[in-house]
């Protein structure tokens, strides 16, 4: 989860910085911190501001990693609150995080579930595997191999190679049927030629 670090300091670097945000983006990379952080929450308290989630998600890291300043748990959760509320699914995926591990709140894994799915709702490919994985678990949620099947090929699709496990795993569990079933009603879903695997019939298990 940390690694999710500033990362919308590269895409914007070369962007003329015209406005509050991008001036806060060239503060940060220069490591100006202090000055960086005061026009993030401008930008976050502007309700018109098109990045103001961004914004907010920003702040919410640097608090939470200490980043040139002291670290403040308890404004970066405000911040990723924040964020999440307007859809920011980086947000989203942070904040599921640290409700499923317990990290600075109360563990909520039906929070954390919720979360995980407002941020795969908006393609982000580590929120599809974890979602995945508590429909195959029935973590924080009623257990689903059918949805857990989709929700891994979907992060598969995104580039979450460990899903591959799963997917593999869950055909060893459905019958040949079933896992037709399932792909005939996944196919749209394979946007990039990816292997499926095929089940085998009780005879060629035992073989």
């Given at each position: 989860m940390k690694t999710l670090l500033i990362?919308?300091?590269?895409?914007?670097?070369?962007?003329?910085?015209?406005?509050d945000y991008f001036n806060a983006l060239e503060l940060f990379n220069?490591?100006?911190?202090?000055?960086?952080?005061?026009?993030?929450?401008?930008?976050?308290?502007?309700?018109?501001?098109?990045?103001?989630?961004?914004?907010m998600y920003n702040l919410?890291?640097?608090?939470?990693?200490?980043?040139?300043?002291?670290?403040?748990?308890t404004r970066?959760?405000?911040?990723?609150?924040?964020?999440?509320?307007?859809?920011?699914?980086?947000?989203?995926?942070?904040?599921?995080?640290?409700y499923f591990n317990g990290e600075n709140v109360n563990k909520d894994v039906i929070k954390a579930f919720q979360l995980y799915k407002a941020a795969s709702d908006y393609g982000h490919p580590q929120a599809m595997?974890?979602?995945?994985h508590m429909y195959y678990s029935?973590?924080?949620?009623?257990?689903?191999?059918?949805?857990?099947?989709?929700?891994f090929l979907n992060a598969k699709i995104s580039g979450i190679d460990e899903s591959n496990y799963f997917i593999e795993k869950i055909t060893q569990e459905l019958?040949?049927?079933?896992?037709?079933?399932?792909?005939?009603?996944?196919?749209?879903?394979?946007?990039?030629?990816?292997?499926l695997p095929v089940a085998l019939d009780d005879d060629e298990k035992s073989n």
């Open positions: 990362i919308l300091l590269i895409l914007f670097s070369k962007v003329s910085y015209s406005n220069k490591r100006k911190i202090t000055e960086s952080v005061e026009l993030f929450k401008n930008v976050a308290k502007d309700e018109k501001n098109p990045k103001r989630s961004d914004a919410a890291i640097i608090f939470d990693n200490g980043f040139g300043i002291s670290a403040d748990k970066a959760l405000f911040y990723y609150e924040a964020a999440s509320e307007l859809s920011n699914m980086y947000a989203q995926y942070n904040l599921g995080w640290k595997y974890n979602l995945a029935g973590v924080g949620t009623v257990k689903n191999l059918k949805l857990a099947y989709k929700m019958t040949p049927q079933e896992l037709i079933v399932l792909t005939e009603e996944f196919a749209s879903l394979i946007e990039e030629k990816i292997p």
